[in-house]
């Protein structure tokens, strides 16, 4: 029994296996905690900026939208930008078409009969900070905006922001002989031209 303990030691011995010591143990935790704490910064800082970035796009696909509508059905749409939520409304934005209410493919008389689609929330944490049309800014309460037929749209730029992270900040300008859009990351202002631009 002795001479076979005395085996196995001398070949524990000969293999070099021993455990690790307690320092060893506390560095490895100590750099997972580390790890750790980096990979959750990253992913608290990612997220808001995903849902900013969903809210910037469906905007631009209703834009899209809007003004394909327009040119296809030869008719006026419009775009209204709600600053605050309401009882009547979410914070948000919806599409108002020249058409009536009831159905039909006929034209409505007069504003207040037009057909107005579904209203798109924005997210709780994103909000109009500006949006600015025909070189006035507003800041509140809403505003609308109209696509022609001919493709052309108010000249207007809308800068969507996001609590509490004041980085988050994203700018769609549409331009108002194409009624295309341009994308800024941050705070966009577009100088006005002068005399120079045109020589």
Known sequence: MHAAR???????????????????????VALLAVLATITTVSWRAL???????????????????????AISRNAEFEIEY???ATADHPKGYRVVTPFRREGGSGLA?????RFARA?????????????????????????SVRFDPLGAASDHQIVLAQTPY??????????????????HEGE???EPPDDGDFK
């Open 82 to 84: 709600y600053f605050e």
């Open 188 to 190: 966009f202002v577009r």
């Open 47 to 69: 997220v808001p900026r995903t849902k900013l970035n969903a809210a910037v796009r469906e905007l631009a696909a209703a834009l899209h939208e809007a003004r394909s509508d």
């Open 166 to 183: 004041e980085n988050n900040v994203y700018t769609l300008e549409v331009h108002a002989l194409t009624g295309t859009i341009q994308f």
């Open 6 to 28: 005395h085996v196995v030691e001398r070949s524990i011995a000969r293999l070099g296996v021993r455990g690790f010591s307690l320092i060893e143990l506390m560095g490895v």
């Open 109 to 113: 008389a007069h504003p207040d009969e």
């Open 119 to 143: 209203f798109v929330a924005l997210p709780i944490d994103v909000f109009f900070k500006r949006i600015t049309v025909q070189g006035v800014d507003y800041l509140r309460d809403s505003v």
